[in-house]
């Protein structure tokens, strides 16, 4: 093929694909938001790193965040500059210089010391959030603050949540037009989950909605009694944005506490006790918070089957038509494919083995119970699969507008669980429940980098691994998709079949999926590195191991194309 | 004024020699708490269960127990080597112990008390603090360390259930 019919046909496609996905997109030369576009799916324009020559990427510039723990940020770039939240509270913000890494501001918020004892999992902090000359920032505090982001001086705060009930804020704020929208943590410290909403110039709060519906709104009847005030249903992870729709999309935890005794039949014939809206997908218009559909993937949840993971946005041609979808790996290892505009279910399969649910009923969108395989009070279900972790975590997928493809960090774990009495105390971890982790599937591998078909929901290719918690994934139109792992190995992989490409050891564990941007007409690819500390204790020995896969640390790295 | 300086000495000297040890003792009545004190003396150090130094009122203090701090304070001032597990080789209770454990505590120190952070590691509390294991772990556990994380269970777990982790989590030391 001649090298002319080559870009001809490159511009094609690039622009069918445009076309195609309006939500996309998003993520060229800088990288704006947490997940590169509002669709989050961490697929970037950008190919001067392409398949041929990712084996010339050396390190550009690296730079210390100056705390330990783990890190779980996003960096995102605007212009030619680096926002970077680090871990514990966060402890700092920084502005670096995209180039070279050098420290343009530093903003270091104003903790109390006590904010570590309610905060369940890791003192993360994953990103933050611009508009408008302004850097959005959630506390561990639960509080948000904006800083000018020229200088990082403070430009209001606001108490979203009291830190002292259990409420903390891990993720980052989504813009929406001129507001800012964050959710925030406390599913095992028995809070009731909502949206807020807040003005971007003054940080007035302008609507709030509730997960859980209060009496006399639909959806309260499936409680039992009173536990709806303390039914969890939080919004600790990110939302996406349908600009065309203006629905912000946002899913919700687990319900609260894990026992399922106290809010429902104890039963997996489940009654009208559901817990709405708890482990759901909600869609909320972006100017008044209304929710305007719902669907809930775990009713009466007593795996820990939090739903938060990140809705992906992509319009798909699913039987001879486009469909406007909302792409989910949740966590009890189904791949739902709605349809965004409605909530209707258009698929949802198995990503992962899973043996608490036979199938997902295609005409009430509800998963089909193994009833074995439902903890009860006291009553052990043993060997459930996925565990508590998921088929899929946090850990962002990256959805490639190039291959079509969905690439998914999953998990190879089975856990066995019972409900447990326990009394609620305000701002104290509530769990009525017991569990052992500790266990891994069948195949011998912890972890997989999954490549999947989302229209046909099959499996492509995947990478195994030895170790659980792999960084979240991202891929590019250099026909690459790239991946970190807890021993800090950051990987480039042909996002076509798989071939590892590249490899690199950054010296500390890695969470997050990096990300990449233009500077002077060069393509950077950055990575924030510091092995997770929090979640591995869940998992006893194979915690242990992932513990001393490498050390704590904190560090921006970038790379570079060197000839 | 080095005369009075010397007579103290001599004074003290002469007590630290003829008292081995002073031990407070409170008697509490429906509205008052007074505090005695007992010698022991030298002499008696061969028996030291036994006391013969009379019992007698340091100092007049009567407290109002109307004031609520008033009386669990005696009970804070005791030596922490001095408390101890009430279950302890309690065989019977360590199943119990375990899933307790499990329940309130593995998501931070790993189920079984198995996990890789060694700070968290509470199959170390033998080799770290000895006899004050125990110690360590009810103040510890009451209290919270909320600095690094740990939060108080004051109000959640009552003392019959940390005391049956705690018998749990001593079948599991490590070592040294």
């Known amino acids: 093929m001649k090298p002319i019919n080559r870009i001809l046909i490159a511009g094609v496609l690039g622009a069918t694909f445009a076309l195609a996905t309006s939500v996309n997109a998003q993520s060229g030369k800088e990288w704006t938001m947490y997940g590169g576009d509002y669709a989050n799916t961490r697929y970037s324009s950008l190919n001067q790193i392409n398949t041929k020559n990712v084996g010339k990427l050396r390190?550009?510039?690296?730079?210390?965040?100056?705390?330990?723990?783990?890190?779980?940020?996003?960096?995102?770039?605007?212009?030619?500059?680096?926002?970077?939240?680090?871990?514990?509270?966060?402890?700092?913000?920084?502005?670096?210089?995209?180039?070279?890494?050098?420290?343009?501001?530093?903003?270091?918020?104003?903790?109390?010391?006590?904010?570590?004892?309610?905060?369940?999992?890791?003192?993360?902090?994953?990103?933050?959030?611009?508009?408008?000359?302004?850097?959005?920032?959630?506390?561990?505090?639960?509080?948000?603050?904006?800083?000018?982001?020229?200088?990082?001086?403070?430009?209001?705060?606001?108490?979203?949540?009291?830190?002292?009930?259990?409420?903390?804020?891990?993720?980052?704020?989504?813009?929406?037009?001129?507001?800012?929208?964050?959710?925030?943590?406390?599913?095992?410290?028995?809070?009731?989950?909502?949206?807020?909403?807040?003005?971007?110039?003054?940080?007035?709060?302008?609507?709030?909605?509730?997960?859980?519906?209060?009496?006399?709104?639909?959806?309260?009847?499936?409680?039992?009694?009173?536990?709806?005030?303390?039914?969890?249903?939080?919004?600790?992870?990110?939302?996406?944005?349908?600009?065309?729709?203006?629905?912000?999309?946002?899913?919700?935890?687990?319900?609260?506490?894990?026992?399922?005794?106290?809010?429902?039949?104890?039963?997996?014939?489940?009654?009208?006790?559901?817990?709405?809206?708890?482990?759901?997908?909600?869609?909320?218009?972006?100017?008044t918070g209304k929710i305007v559909w719902h669907y809930q993937m775990t009713p009466a949840d007593v795996w820990d089957y939090d739903g938060v993971n990140e809705a992906v946005l992509a319009d798909l041609s699913i039987g001879g038509r486009k469909v406007p979808a909302l792409m989910k790996a949740d966590r009890n290892g189904f791949f739902y494919v709605l349809n965004r505009e409605n909530g209707n279910l258009l698929s949802a399969e198995p990503f992962v083995n899973v043996n608490w649910a036979k199938r997902i009923d295609k005409a009430t969108g509800r998963p089909v119970e193994d009833p074995a395989k439902r903890p009860q009070l006291k009553k052990w279900a043993r060997n459930v699969c996925p565990n508590l972790f998921g088929g899929k975590n946090w850990e962002p997928m990256s959805y490639s507008l190039q291959t079509g493809l969905v690439y998914i960090p999953t998990f190879n774990l089975c856990m066995d669980i019972a409900g447990k009495e326990e009394e609620y105390e305000a701002g104290k971890f509530y769990l009525a429940s017991e569990f052992d982790l500790d266990k891994a599937d069948a195949g011998g591998h912890l972890s997989e980098l999954l490549a999947w078909n989302p229209i046909t929901q099959k499996r492509v290719w995947g990478i195994k691994e030895d170790l659980p918690i792999l960084g979240g994934a991202m891929s590019t139109a250099g026909g690459l998709m790239f991946y970190g792992d807890p021993r800090g190995i950051l990987k480039a992989v042909d996002a076509m079949n798989g071939a590892i490409l590249w490899k690199f050891g950054v010296g500390t564990g890695i969470v997050q999926s990096p990300i990449t941007y233009m500077a002077d007409g060069k393509q950077y690819l950055a990575v924030v590195a510091g092995r997770i500390k929090g979640p591995p204790s869940f998992l006893g020995k194979i915690g242990q191991r992932v513990i001393d896969a490498s050390a704590e640390g904190g560090l921006v790295v970038a790379f570079e194309l060197v000839e | 004024m080095p005369v009075l300086k010397a007579g103290w000495s001599s004074l003290s000297n002469w007590w630290n020699n003829r008292i081995t040890r002073r031990h407070f003792v409170t008697r509490r009545g429906k509205n008052i708490l007074a505090v005695f004190s007992r010698s022991v003396r030298k002499k008696n150090t061969m028996n030291p269960t036994r006391y013969r130094g009379a019992i007698r009122p340091v100092a007049a203090i009567v407290l109002l127990t109307l004031l609520p701090f008033g009386t669990p304070k005696a009970e804070q001032s005791a030596p922490k080597a001095a408390v101890q597990n009430p279950f302890a080789g309690r065989a019977d209770l360590v199943d119990e112990g375990r899933s307790l454990f499990n329940q309130y505590c593995s998501h931070c120190h790993g189920p079984n008390a198995v996990q890789g952070e060694r700070p968290r590691d509470l199959r170390r509390l033998g080799i770290r603090y000895g006899d004050k294991a125990p110690a360590v772990f009810y103040e510890t556990v009451s209290t919270g360390l909320t600095n690094v994380g740990m939060p108080s269970w004051k109000g959640v777990l009552t003392d019959d259930v940390l005391w049956r982790m705690f018998t749990y989590l001593q079948t599991v030391q490590t070592q040294p």
């Open chain 1, 59 to 287: 390190v550009a510039w690296i730079r210390s965040l100056g705390s330990l723990e783990s890190q779980e940020a996003t960096p995102v770039v605007v212009g030619d500059t680096m926002y970077v939240s680090t871990s514990s509270g966060p402890r700092y913000v920084v502005a670096l210089n995209a180039k070279d890494g050098t420290i343009k501001w530093k903003y270091e918020p104003e903790l109390p010391r006590d904010f570590m004892s309610t905060v369940c999992c890791g003192l993360a902090s994953r990103g933050v959030a611009y508009a408008n000359g302004r850097v959005f920032v959630t506390r561990l505090d639960a509080k948000m603050v904006a800083l000018d982001a020229k200088t990082g001086k403070e430009l209001w705060s606001t108490t979203v949540m009291e830190y002292q009930l259990g409420h903390s804020i891990t993720s980052p704020p989504l813009i929406v037009k001129d507001l800012v929208v964050t959710g925030y943590a406390g599913g095992e410290y028995g809070v009731r989950g909502a949206l807020q909403a807040y003005r971007q110039d003054t940080g007035e709060m302008v609507w709030k909605t509730h997960t859980i519906p209060g009496p006399g709104e639909p959806g309260n009847e499936s409680w039992k009694g009173d536990s709806w005030k303390i039914g969890g249903g939080s919004t600790w992870y990110v939302g996406s944005y349908d600009p065309k729709l203006n629905l912000v999309y946002w899913s919700t935890s687990n319900a609260g506490p894990w026992g399922g005794h106290t809010r429902g039949n104890d039963s997996s014939d489940i009654g009208p006790y559901t817990n709405l809206h708890t482990a759901s997908q909600l869609a909320f218009d972006g100017d």
